[in-house]
């Protein structure tokens, strides 16, 4: 390990550390001015940090980065003032910290409070999207932790400009010194320490790619807050209403193929399928949703592909369905534990019997009864805002919000009570 | 890595995500029906477990095991008995399953449930005490969770028969099979393969030394619910009512100083320091407390030994107490975010303003204002029961009981909602 990068990061890991420690004493209203302040310094230093970005963009270019990485990488007037809006959104949300969750008496006179605290330090590692500096660090400071930012090579200095424009504001709010940091290096070793340094750092957080997420996941000492593919289903019971059913799978595959939350593959119970899957098929076909059907199903809709294997544990991100049709209830929720990722799975039935066993059964981080899919969101939840879906189980699951961004104590207060 | 071992871990891992499948199909009164049909095997099976556990501590003898690692390890019919009860008195608990933590409607009417469910498959690492086999199945269970055992390799004769026992009852009432399960082999490689297992194992609770629990964190990539030790604090303030101040100190070191929530280091604050500091070393030392004192604190108890940096960040586990004075609560704030282990910490004072400040800056799981460390125990916080006290800062904190033995998921019901 380079010794330099190595020492760099310890001095990052311990002055985060001890502003993670002064962001406790902070109060809602001095959090807030902070955000406020740092979306003004965004504003005044749009120019700078646009030609930040521009070079970072001629780069990119020249380095073959694909139209998609560049657009992603581009920072425009529009993109700069969502990363205003978003300090002042995310401003205007209720701290999440020092409320009590739950508090009890115990007979000896001791009282109990189970308070929302600061997780401490936070490293975030990203790719692309330059945006994500600003919404991540804003997230993170408003519950109270320190940040670590680890960017994408190709973005660095859009990212520095980004991060310079918001310390700005923070100093100028008072905010405690090194509350966010940016790594200033782009060589890779630099993520090696970051996910090592438990002393200093509390939970990695990576948004990117599944690989970015696994090397991270293998490698780290760090806990790891992981966001993986969201592998979706929609089981159709005998008894559903077939309306709902087409609208829900419809909306579910079509209204943004592109995302974690959109469904991948269709279970439909063999007592429907002959009357309500022609017409579903007809339906996404007009959509250009290329159809993959299991034997079963290659019955009712026509001329499809076969599903292999492999398209059972396929994100396709795409406008792409696979087709299954199943005996009953008990073979949806099997093939959802097995193939499924545990992100967000539907079931469409009149039935609450058939309704409360797929809602205990299926292992997932969200379940739904009669609705899409698509719903499994920070703002759609009433969060406010996410840092991304968590398809971990421990700590978080589901959208990671800032309350998801806490962690907890018990402060017990009494009156001279020792144990007997 | 030997491949039979391997195999074998491997189809323990597969049963155990099975089993943890079927376990979110059951009722609270199903489970219970089993911890008691466990609990009578276990009476059934005295004779069994006992001549197990005598061949273990007679080979733990030969292998020159030292005389406190044999009591640990030997199982007498008080011993058997309190396993029994443990498990009645588990199943007498409330279930943590299935509740909804939260529930709430938005505008499209939605309405969303924040829902407790298991965490799924636990892999729990222990040493020496073969009731930490039946005490720790327990929990996991009742909180639905399939379970993998890998206890001391001294203990497995007796782990064995106490497992087969739990499983004959477990089997009797019709819990799932392979809910328990426990690693049969001493190789320590099984515990290589537990620990990376992260298809079929959701977290591993590693309870013994702190060099256990390091080698598992440190290798593992299922995460880890790790118990650390506890280097607890007592800061003694200005405005301490000195009676107060000197039971809860005696208490926290001398009711039973080998345990986690036990005081190591006292901080003394320096205007309360002349009049308080020689009354309660006098008392310590009627005590037979050894006192280690840092330069100023020797100006008011003569004749004790220097106390070194490295005291500062030792768990003596014994009689033995570190004493310092401080200048003011932010430096004895300092000095337990710095050396503390984020256990238990206690402020001994009768100003609000400080304890406020005490409670909010101490960066621990349990912060004590006017009441003893020792309280920090699942029983005394009112869980009931307990699988360890946490240090670490995600999912849980502090004691770690039946609702700490769960995670969440969303269950969001609709009436054919889409988005927009």
């Not at 380095?63 to 993109?79: F, P, V, Y």
């Not at 996941?217 to 760090?222: F, G, K, L």
């Not at 008990?330 to 039935?351: Q, R």
Request: aromatic share 4%.
């Amino acid at each position: 390990m380079d010794s330099t990068i190595a020492e760099k990061m310890e001095t990052i890991g311990r002055r985060a550390r001890k502003a993670s420690q002064a962001l406790m004493g902070l109060s809602e209203e001095e959090k807030n001015q902070a955000l406020k302040a740092m979306a003004d310094e965004l504003d005044n230093q749009r120019e700078k940090i646009r030609k930040a970005n521009e070079l970072d963009v001629k780069d990119g270019r020249e380095n073959g980065l694909s139209s998609a990485m560049i657009d992603r990488l581009i920072l425009n007037d529009e993109r700069i003032d969502a990363m205003i809006q978003g300090l002042h959104d995310i401003a205007a949300l209720p701290d999440p910290i020092g409320k009590d969750l739950r508090t009890w008496d115990k007979e000896n006179g001791l009282k109990l409070h189970k308070r929302a605290v600061p997780i401490g330090v936070i490293g975030m590692i990203y790719e692309s999207r330059p945006n994500v500096t600003a919404d991540a660090a804003a997230l993170c400071l408003k519950a109270s932790n320190a940040i670590i930012l680890r960017g994408g090579s190709e973005a660095l200095r859009s990212n520095q400009a980004i991060a310079e424009a918001l310390n700005k504001g923070a100093k100028k709010a008072g905010l405690p010194e090194h509350a966010l940091q940016l790594v200033p290096v782009r060589d890779r070793k630099a993520v090696q320490e970051l996910i090592r340094m438990d002393r200093y750092v509390d939970v990695i957080i990576p948004r990117g790619g599944q690989g970015l997420i696994r090397a991270v996941a293998e490698n780290a000492t760090v806990p790891v807050l992981k966001h993986y593919e969201g592998i979706c289903h929609i089981y159709v019971d005998a008894d559903a209403d077939h309306e709902k059913a087409w609208r829900i799978v419809e909306n579910a595959k079509c209204q943004r193929p592109g995302v974690c939350n959109a469904v991948e593959t269709l279970l439909v119970n063999k007592a429907i399928a002959p009357e309500w899957l022609p017409e579903m098929a007809e339906q996404l076909l007009k959509q250009k949703v290329e159809l993959r059907g299991d034997e079963a199903s290659r019955d009712y809709i026509k001329d499809v592909k076969p599903a292999t294997e492999e398209d059972w544990s396929t994100e396709y991100l795409d406008l792409i369905l696979s087709v299954k049709i199943v005996d009953g209830i008990k073979e949806a929720v099997e093939h959802i534990n097995h193939y499924g990722s545990g992100h967000s799975d539907a079931i469409v039935s009149e039935n609450s019997e058939q309704q409360d066993y797929f809602s205990r059964m299926v292992d997932s981080a969200a379940v739904y009864v009669n609705a899409s899919t698509r719903f499994t969101d920070g703002a759609e939840f009433g969060m406010g805002a996410e840092i991304g879906i968590s398809t971990d189980r421990l700590h978080a699951r589901g959208p990671v919000g800032l309350e998801e961004l806490t962690t907890y104590k018990y402060v017990i207060t009494g009156n001279g009570q020792i144990r007997e």
